[in-house]
C-alpha cells in the first residue's frame, strides 16, 4: 500500500486489550496465516499491487468483486428468481420518490446498519431499501458515505462519486483509497463537520468542479463490470474456487 500514512490505517475502537471486538480481530488475522485460500471481495484492477503483494504471501489468492455485479450473471427461470442478498425488509416507496427527480440531483446519505439517526425534512427517509439499486437510479448523483466496504464497492459498481465522512475501522483506510487513489470522491475534514462545509462539498462534488471525479467513477464502473463479465477476471476466479472445492471434497 504505497504512500499510505498512519492516519490511513484502521481505527481501532478501544485501548482496552481484553476488548471482543479487538480480540476477534487478532485472532481473525492470526488464522489468516493458516488458512488455504485468500479470496477478498474486490476486483483485480481495482487494487493490483495490493494482491500482487499478497500473492507473494500466499499460494491462493482470488479477487471475486464486485459479488452484486456476478450475482447479476445469474440466470432467472420461471422457477427461480434470485431474491437478492438483503435480509431486512426494504421500503419500496423510496424508489417512487427517486423516479419523480431529476437525473444526478439526489445526495444518497447512509451511514451504514448499525447508525442510528433521527433526521427530518430531509428529503425522503427510508428505515432500510436496496443501496444497490438506489444507486443505479439516473436521479442518483451522488452518495454521501461512512466508507464502509460494501457501500464503497456498490458506490464504484454503479459509478457513483462519493463524499466521504468516515469514522471508524477500515472507513479511514477505504476513504483514502477513494479520494486519493481512485479519484472518485471528497472527503469531509474534522470529525465535527458543519452544514456549510456539507454544502460545499455537495457543490464541488455535483457542479462543474467535479466532472472529473464524476468521470472517474464512470471510469470505474465500466472496470467493475468487465471483471464480473462472463469472462472478467472475477468470474474466472469463482470458476476457479469452485473446481478446488470440488477437488478438495474429492480428495476427502
Excluded at 153 to 176: F, K, Y
Amino acid at each position: 500500500m504505497e504512500g499510505i500514512c498512519l492516519k490511513d490505517f484502521p481505527i481501532a475502537w478501544t485501548t482496552d486489550p481484553m476488548d471482543e471486538v479487538l480480540k476477534f480481530s487478532i485472532q481473525l488475522n492470526q488464522r489468516s496465516h493458516r488458512v488455504s485460500h485468500h479470496i477478498f471481495h474486490i476486483f483485480e484492477v481495482l487494487e493490483g499491487s495490493v494482491i500482487k503483494a499478497l500473492s507473494s504471501m500466499y499460494d491462493h489468492v482470488y479477487t471475486i468483486g464486485p459479488s452484486q455485479l456476478l450475482l447479476d450473471q445469474i440466470p432467472e427461470t420461471g422457477s427461480y428468481s434470485f431474491p437478492g442478498y438483503s435480509l431486512l425488509k426494504e421500503e419500496a416507496e423510496c424508489f417512487e420518490w427517486l423516479e419523480s427527480k431529476e437525473p444526478n440531483s439526489v445526495i444518497y446519505v447512509n451511514f451504514g446498519s448499525t447508525t442510528v439517526m433521527s433526521l427530518k425534512d430531509l428529503g425522503f427517509i427510508a428505515s432500510w431499501c436496496s443501496q444497490e439499486k438506489v444507486l443505479n437510479y439516473p436521479s442518483v448523483g451522488g452518495f454521501l458515505s461512512h466508507c464502509g466496504w460494501g457501500s464503497t464497492i456498490e458506490s464504484l459498481s454503479a459509478g457513483v462519486p462519493m463524499i466521504c465522512w468516515p469514522h471508524r475501522l477500515d472507513q479511514v483506510t477505504n476513504c483514502r483509497y477513494i479520494c486519493e487513489e481512485w479519484g472518485v470522491g471528497v472527503k469531509m475534514q474534522g470529525s465535527k463537520v458543519r452544514r456549510d462545509e456539507v454544502t460545499r462539498l455537495v457543490q464541488e462534488l455535483m457542479g462543474e468542479g467535479g466532472r472529473g471525479i464524476r468521470n472517474k467513477a464512470v471510469e470505474w464502473k465500466e472496470k467493475a463490470r468487465v471483471a464480473a463479465g462472463p469472462y472478467g477476471s472475477s468470474s474466472l476466479n469463482v470458476d476457479e474456487i469452485v473446481k478446488q472445492i470440488i477437488m478438495m471434497v474429492s480428495l476427502g
